[in-house]
């Protein structure tokens, strides 16, 4: 029996056809398929989907007619997760079968589009953030996936309102690579009371290095002699994140700040 169809990309086949004359799900077997799952979202959202049904949905808007469950089935099982496959570098998505770049790109726009949700949703909330919730959610889903480090601040108001979300420096982060000055800037640009500073580990771990902590140290310095307060720092990591403020070096070089500030007055 004929092959379906053949699709060629970057050297790479992929063929759809019969096997052993057993013709697979037809058109309308298929398309009765999709409207299936549809429609569970529909009534129920994705409780009870496992997680190549939530691919394989999501692979749908794609539109085409060929079979989505096996790319979907194969995303899951070389990305372990939907999380996996929303993360997976474009180049990487190519290499599996039936993802071809229209697919992709389905994929890339969801996980762009989860980003700028969780961003607006962050800086359009009226409700007062520290270490919220909130502010972990969408940090983790816009940086835990990059392959260099980034160093952002959310910048708030007095009332800890978001005002906005800078992305600051990319690279190695060292003492050096990070200037207050920079940062205070947008600070005074957006008129912030106060601000989180963020940066990611691409390694996956969050424990944070010497120079993480001195840069932290250092921008809570420079915070203190303009009255900017520094709620946190967060390291965000492959599957969790790093709190200064938690586990309590926020305070600690809050108060050294003050400490010096105090000594400079006395001896000035």
Same mark, same amino acid.
């Given at each position: 029996?004929?092959?379906? /169809?053949?699709?060629?990309?970057?050297?790479?086949?992929?063929?759809?056809?019969?096997?052993?004359?057993?013709?697979?799900?037809?058109?309308?077997?298929?398309?009765?398929? $999709?409207?299936?799952?549809?429609?569970?979202?529909?009534?129920?959202?994705?409780?009870? =989907?496992?997680? &190549?049904?939530?691919? #394989?949905?999501?692979? /749908?808007?794609?539109?085409?007619?060929?079979?989505?469950?096996?790319?979907?089935?194969?995303?899951?099982?070389?990305?372990? *997760?939907?999380?996996?496959?929303?993360?997976?570098?474009? #180049?990487?998505?190519?290499?599996?079968?039936?993802? $071809?770049?229209?697919?992709? =790109?389905?994929?890339?726009?969801?996980?762009?589009?989860?980003?700028? &949700?969780?961003?607006?949703?962050?800086?359009?909330?009226?409700?007062?953030?520290?270490?919220?919730?909130?502010?972990?959610?969408?940090? *983790?889903?816009?940086?835990?996936?990059?392959?260099? #480090?980034?160093?952002?601040?959310?910048?708030?108001?007095?009332?800890?309102?978001?005002?906005?979300?800078?992305?600051?420096?990319?690279?190695?982060?060292?003492?050096?690579?990070? &200037?207050?000055?920079?940062?205070?800037?947008?600070?005074?640009?957006?008129?912030?009371?106060?601000?989180? =500073?963020?940066?990611?580990?691409? *390694?996956?771990?969050?424990?944070?290095?010497?120079?993480?902590?001195?840069?932290?140290?250092?921008?809570?310095?420079?915070?203190? =002699?303009?009255?900017?307060?520094?709620?946190?720092?967060?390291?965000?990591?492959?599957?969790?994140?790093?709190?200064?403020?938690?586990?309590?070096?926020?305070?600690?070089?809050?108060?050294?700040?003050?400490?010096?500030?105090?000594?400079?007055?006395? /001896?000035?």
């Amino acid at each position: 029996m004929a092959l379906a /169809t053949i699709s060629t990309r970057k050297n790479h086949i992929v063929k759809y056809g019969f096997v052993g004359g057993k013709q697979p799900e037809g058109k309308d077997d298929r398309k009765g398929h $999709w409207e299936r799952l549809r429609k569970r979202f529909a009534q129920d959202g994705l409780a009870g =989907f496992h997680d &190549y049904e939530v691919v #394989e949905l999501l692979l /749908t808007l794609a539109g085409g007619r060929i079979d989505t469950k096996s790319a979907a089935k194969e995303s899951i099982k070389r990305f372990k *997760s939907v999380r996996g496959v929303l993360d997976a570098p474009a #180049e990487e998505l190519a290499g599996i079968a039936g993802l $071809w770049p229209k697919r992709a =790109f389905v994929i890339e726009f969801a996980k762009a589009l989860a980003e700028r &949700y969780y961003g607006e949703r962050l800086t359009e909330q009226k409700s007062v953030l520290g270490n919220s919730q909130a502010v972990v959610d969408y940090l *983790s889903l816009s940086m835990r996936a990059l392959d260099k #480090e980034s160093f952002c601040a959310v910048y708030l108001d007095a009332q800890n309102g978001p005002l906005a979300v800078e992305t600051l420096f990319e690279g190695t982060l060292t003492s050096s690579a990070v &200037y207050p000055r920079e940062v205070f800037k947008k600070a005074l640009k957006h008129n912030a009371a106060a601000v989180i =500073f963020a940066h990611n580990h691409p *390694s996956g771990s969050t424990e944070p290095s010497d120079n993480d902590r001195q840069i932290t140290r250092d921008l809570v310095m420079a915070a203190n =002699f303009m009255d900017i307060r520094v709620l946190d720092h967060i390291v965000v990591g492959a599957n969790s994140h790093f709190s200064f403020a938690d586990h309590g070096l926020i305070r600690e070089y809050g108060k050294e700040a003050l400490d010096f500030q105090e000594s400079r007055r006395r /001896t000035g």
